[in-house]
């Protein structure tokens, strides 16, 4: 186990150095992101009231379609350049490749949650600053049930003809059940609620984190072998 | 009768499945009584339930074979997997398809994220990425073991599913409550025969055509055996 974290923690630092080098992957994000709660007040075209009930919903459409583009850019550059045949060929725990994987993907993505949120506090006059250790708490759950299985089914539809269509297609509704439990979760919080008002919702997520991460990393083995 | 059915290649289980849906149409749509407040309308529950049953019950057919396939590597269980998520996915669009039909008359509407719609919706599109997975993936050397994956995933899902579903509309007191709550207790004798006749027949029928489905699976392999040996003994000789 021990030597597990290590061998994840070394896959993790040479994909970190790789994106501080390049910084292409938080950079597309970001600016993903941003245009996505631009384009969303275009589609809304409401008031601040109307705005400040759909936020919510909007941080997550913009935050798992990076979340996407993360799991997605960690295989396919590695698939193109050839250099994941390397990787496997690596005396270490395929287990490790993924859990290194997915930690940069939280890494990635949590850096541009960091950087978006003040921005939708900017656009949607909202208050973040009383509710900031809650929302760090879901975000955090959240980011890591949703990259588990994002980080899976990249690994498999980098393989695949339509690799960039496939990774939505097979996500998306896999990952339904805990878009819903953030938006409801983010929303309460926004609304003043306390942990008791979403006691379901925070199960669900923890339950849903820890059996796919679990799965995920069990799957994965199965997923890179020739 | 049997010369028919041997001419149309119909076995018996086949014969069986066509005697118990003529019954099915008989009991739901003739025998059954009228619902008092929906009217003829209400009819179509006996064909909406038992496909949903079986739209349910086929993923989780999906999931156990996906995990017995990857233990054994043996070409049946996919065969089963992958027949088992083609013939839930007609089932579940015939639930798609007839549950809007009932709605519009009696709720006015086609369609509400009512949970057990949202439910089946999200069921649906896992089919979907399954059988696109499937296609889009056909040259892929791993492409079994990665439907495995997506089934094992998705059956572990579906608990999460109909939970989150469930109290994303669940909170809302204001929310159409399907009627299917009153099932046991507010359905006639009579009606829940119909409905459990139509369950059975509904799961004979999917064994039917799955096991046809594994059978042309089958089949294919053993053409594409066939071809490999012809190309193999005389190449060039086969064009496709």
Request: proline residues 4%; hydrophobic residues 55%; glycine residues 6%.
């Amino acid at each position: 186990m021990r030597s597990m974290l290590a061998q994840s923690w070394q896959i993790y630092r040479k994909d970190m150095l790789v994106e501080y080098r390049t910084r292409e992957r938080v950079v597309t994000m970001f600016v993903f992101s941003l245009i996505v709660v631009i384009i969303f007040n275009f589609a809304f075209n409401a008031g601040a009231d109307v705005l400040q009930r759909v936020a919510p919903g909007m941080i997550w459409v913009a935050f798992a379609f990076a979340g996407m583009l993360s799991a997605s850019r960690s295989f396919s550059p590695e698939k193109d350049r050839g250099t994941f045949e390397g990787l496997l060929l690596a005396p270490i725990d395929r287990g490790s490749i993924f859990l290194g994987k997915l930690m940069g993907n939280v890494t990635l993505i949590g850096l541009v949650q960091l950087a978006v949120l003040p921005l939708f506090v900017l656009f949607f006059n909202m208050t973040i600053l009383p509710y900031l250790s809650k929302l760090l708490v879901i975000f955090f759950l959240g980011t890591v049930g949703f990259s588990s299985v994002a980080t899976l089914f990249a690994a498999v539809a980098v393989n695949t003809r339509m690799r960039d269509v496939m990774l939505p297609v097979l996500l998306l509704p896999v990952a339904s059940p805990v878009l819903i439990a953030l938006v409801e979760t983010t929303r309460t919080t926004f609304e003043g609620g306390d942990w008791q008002d979403m006691t379901n919702w925070i199960r669900l997520l923890s339950v849903f984190t820890v059996v796919f991460l679990i799965a995920s990393v069990m799957l994965f083995e199965y997923i890179v072998e020739e | 009768m049997a010369g028919i059915a041997a001419r149309l290649r119909i076995t018996p289980f086949g014969l069986i499945c066509l005697v118990g849906l003529v019954a099915t149409l008989y009991l739901s749509l003739i025998w059954a009584p009228r619902e008092r407040v929906m009217g003829d309308v209400q009819r179509i529950m006996y064909f909406h339930v038992a496909s949903a049953w079986i739209a349910e019950f086929a993923f989780v057919l999906v999931g156990v074979s996906s995990v017995i396939y990857l233990w054994l590597r043996e070409r049946r269980w996919d065969i089963v997997a992958y027949s088992a998520a083609e013939v839930g996915f007609v089932f579940c669009c015939f639930v798609m398809i007839t549950g809007p039909i009932w709605g519009k008359p009696v709720w006015g509407t086609w369609w509400t994220w009512d949970p057990r719609l949202t439910f089946s919706m999200i069921l649906w599109l896992i089919y979907v990425a399954y059988l696109m997975l499937r296609v889009y993936g056909d040259d892929l050397p791993q492409v079994k073991t990665f439907l495995a994956v997506l089934g094992i995933l998705g059956t572990i899902d579906i608990p999460f599913i109909h939970f989150a579903t469930l109290w994303w509309r669940g909170l809302h007191p204001d929310s159409l409550v399907m009627t299917e709550e009153g099932l046991g207790a507010g359905m006639e004798v009579d009606m829940r025969i119909a409905l459990g006749v139509s369950a059975v027949v509904f799961t004979l029928l999917f064994f039917y055509l799955m096991s046809r489905r594994m059978a042309l699976e089958r089949l294919r392999d053993e053409t594409e055996a066939l071809r490999e040996r012809v190309e193999h003994r005389h190449p060039g000789s086969v064009g496709i």
